[in-house]
């Protein structure tokens, strides 16, 4: 997926503990990425309802991670970590993830995500629904 | 996949810093957990041979990998992380991981390696081939 | 300190994702070594009353962190890291780690922990003061 | 240390990962943090000079490392690590850490570098040191 269909990316700086003897991102780090991208989609979805972000923060489990690793990014790499929300369903839904280096294009990833309350998934809320499908504009649902 | 079908696994325990504000394991740690798994897999089919160990070691990159999240790990829990070869193609292998609580079957995992030497993908060795159609003895490739 | 001083050591081998580009262990890995090691120092000394053990976890805080690096570990190495019960005081405790490699002395460690109960630190209950009194018996406190 | 007496700090957010099940950062953490807003300093001491800042990188290896935790820091707080070379030996140098999330002071640190080559600690050259005394100016060495 061209980088352009992505209307939100954040961008992260690869630390020194991250790289690998090899020297190369350790592939479990790219999760850490993901996650880091997901939470600031969140924030800037929420546009300043702390109350409205947190309870996101507590209802959303990974139930599926997919990376695909295309280059590995180095120690002191500025990456863009794109995300968008692409399928919603009723409880869950899947969020697409690429990794740039500036053009060059690192990672894909595809999480499932469901939205539970007491353990027990339940309905994505309307207000949420809405909010994506304002947000995802660029890349209709 | 039924536990019985592998033939290797390794035990660990969650460490205190691998468990998250939900009191469950963050599904980054997994890819961790994992590559520790295949790490003493190689140890084990390497049989003391340290060399053959080492080139593996350098030799091994992960292209993609899959988590499915079944149930949650918690801190100080013992999990068994089940590791198998279960396809070798030229220069690629795919490793299937169970990850276990007791009988409670937490996480299944999939990844695939490319084997390579200066940045590029070679022919798997015959000699890891060979070791891994007889370690593998209980689940035919 | 010599190691036959310790009477408790925990064994742990470096993981790929612990070493950095140098080919080192990331100097703050030490501290999760330590906090592994004092895991099982706390699973020893209360020899399977769960309760106490959980009780233990949850209520240690560590306020002082010092390391001191002679030699670095590497990937794969097997670690000892010795733990012990340093000094008592009314709330809080020292305890000293050495980490070796073999016979090589690679790391020192000295962490203050407080005992705290619903954030406010409380003195350390003489249950545990007698177990730690009995259980460091080569190296009275 | 007051914070005006630092002229550098670098803003970064906790991450989901790094919050324990305490809710608050596992202490190791903020060795990263530290490593983190040091790998900043030197960034912006180098002022753009890409070979210089990649041999500082390559040459400092901590060999002593204290960390004091005055407050504990959460899930998605914005963080300031503070950083500043307190004093310059031949081939060691102190460097002082202190981490604020607005005005509360969090945590403090000191870690002392050594400056080495091929394994041996060497004199630290004259142009770090004349761009250490040029840079701290606000708190002379």
Known sequence: MPRENFRFSHRLRVR??????????????????CDVAITEYWRELCAGDAAWLSAIFERMFVVRALLEYHLPARFDDELDVCARVGRIGSSSMTVLFEIYRGDEHLVSGENI??????????????????????FERVAPL
Chains 1, 2, 3, 4 share one sequence.
Do not use: C, K
């Not at 020194?16 to 990425?33: C, I, K, L, P, R």
């Not at 995500?113 to 304002?134: C, H, K, N, Q, T």
């Open 16 to 33: 020194w503990a991250e790289s690998d003897m090899q020297g190369v991102v350790f592939n479990g780090h790219y999760m850490t990425y």
């Open 113 to 134: 995500y469901v939205y539970a309350e007491d353990g027990a998934s339940v309905r994505i809320p309307e207000r949420l629904r809405a909010a994506l499908r304002d």
